[in-house]
């Protein structure tokens, strides 16, 4: 039974010896027997481990005698009825030990404990300003480490033997948000360590340029630069200016102007917002497009009586009108496309007359129109005596119309308006009375003429009801 039990024992011990050495905790078994401690000295203990006394035969202890400054000292029976006592090892150093009943006889042991490899980092983070600057970490180690960052604006001292400190260097940080660099640190071995620098975002800034651009009246398109650190919005006050609406950085807006028409300058206002930083104006200044005029018809005809006319003025300013007859007025001025309406009075005189309209426009030559009035029809000094009758006069169906020895036998006969405005308009002969059809002209007063030759003889016609 003892034989199997001491093969057993060896068994595990040699399988604990065979394990890879990794760096978690180890458990290095002594086996203990009769005179001897086996193995009587350990040298790859690390801080951490375990040393496990296994009995195997006899009455024994492990009893500490010489250990490092600060280690707990040990005393423990190991025996049939005791088998086992562990000792984990907290300090570097050379450890001493003996069984006490044979001590006198040689049974003594010893392990040494490296303190193995370390490293810590702190602090864990470091926050700096937008601006450029370094900062430092500090590394506790009693191996040689190395140093990396993952981030090229963040740039780090790469490597180090024992206690030291780590130089982070950073960039200004030109965005408005903040950024952060993880810097890590390895030692062979151990866990890799992580500490961060985080850094603020700068402020944010907006400038645009130019700070105005002059354009031509005719439809087209201009540019603003912007620079920024932000996200930045634009819009213009002006329906004939539309713009980039949005941005994030330095960019560009584009203007998109419509045709100035108008004779008159016109300016559009960019405004340009990035939040945290003062909100920037810009203009386009478009000049006004070249004067025009024209007016239609060039001419009126109008009849003898009063009444009015309209022109059509079309143009894109400021212009005035002149009449240069007092019998023809017209309204003296008008903006832009505008009726001009020209009032006439009666034309008592037996001849036609002119008025004419001078329209100006400020650097442009004048146009001028007319208004040709009809020489008078009504005057009882322009009916020759004798020359024809009407009768009934007033009348109210027919009209009988009987021609003396004086007018020609073909005449051309024609029933007009007070206004000149013809309603009849027929030949005749002249050889005997003729009976004319005026059931269907509306009751009024009316110039009845008769044409022979050239020369109109007329008189005055009232239709009753």
Request: charged residues 10%; hydrophobic residues 40%.
């Amino acid at each position: 039974m003892k034989k199997i039990l001491r093969s057993n024992v060896f068994m595990a011990l040699f399988m604990v010896f065979m394990l890879p050495f990794t760096t978690w905790s180890a458990v290095h078994i002594v086996n203990v027997q009769n005179n001897f401690f086996s193995p009587s000295n350990i040298n790859n203990v690390q801080i951490g481990d375990v040393i496990r006394w296994v009995w195997v035969s006899g009455v024994h202890t492990t009893t500490s005698t010489t250990i490092p400054a600060g280690a707990a000292a040990w005393d423990s029976p190991i025996t049939s009825g005791s088998p086992t006592f562990e000792y984990t090892v907290t300090v570097a150093g050379s450890y001493n030990y003996v069984c006490t009943p044979h001590a006198g006889m040689g049974m003594v042991g010893s392990f040494s404990v490296s303190a193995g490899s370390t490293l810590s980092v702190s602090p864990s983070n470091q926050n700096v300003s937008a601006m450029a600057g370094s900062t430092m970490f500090t590394v506790t180690s009693n191996s040689s480490w190395t140093a990396t960052s993952n981030q090229p604006w963040c740039t780090v001292t790469p490597s180090g033997t024992g206690n030291g400190t780590i130089t982070a260097n950073y960039t200004a940080n030109p965005a408005t948000t903040t950024r952060v660099a993880t810097i890590t640190v390895s030692v062979s071995g151990l866990p890799s360590q992580t500490v961060t620098v985080t850094q603020a975002g700068a402020a944010a800034t907006l400038s645009v340029a130019p700070s105005n651009q002059n354009v031509a009246a005719t439809a087209g398109s201009t540019m603003f630069t912007v620079t920024s650190n932000s996200n930045w919005t634009a819009s213009s006050n002006q329906t004939w200016c539309t713009v980039t609406s949005s941005g994030s950085g330095n960019g560009n807006i584009t203007a998109n102007y419509a045709e100035n028409t108008s004779v008159t300058s016109r300016v559009a206002t960019i405004t340009v917002i990035a939040s945290g930083a003062a909100n920037q104006t810009v203009t386009v200044t478009q000049e006004g497009a070249a004067a025009t005029l024209s007016v239609d018809p060039p001419n009126h005809n109008v009849s003898p009586m009063a009444g009015s006319v309209v022109f059509m003025v079309t143009s894109n300013t400021n212009w005035t009108a002149q009449s240069n007859s007092d019998w023809c007025v017209t309204n003296t001025e008008g903006t832009g496309n505008a009726e001009l309406i020209a009032d006439y009075a009666e034309n008592e005189t037996y001849e036609v007359r002119v008025a004419e309209l001078v329209i100006t426009v400020d650097g442009l030559p004048p146009q001028t129109v007319t208004v040709t009035q009809d020489a008078s029809t009504v005057s009882v000094n322009n009916i020759p005596a004798g020359s024809f009758q009407l009768f009934p006069n007033p009348a109210q169906q027919t009209i009988n119309i009987s021609f003396d020895n004086n007018i020609g036998k073909e005449v051309q006969l024609t029933i007009a308006q007070m206004d000149g405005r013809i309603v009849m308009d027929t030949p005749l002969t002249t050889s005997k009375i003729r009976t004319i059809d005026i059931s269907e002209l509306p009751s009024g007063t009316y110039i009845v003429s008769v044409i022979s030759g050239d020369k109109p003889h007329r008189q005055i016609l009232v239709k009753a009801r």
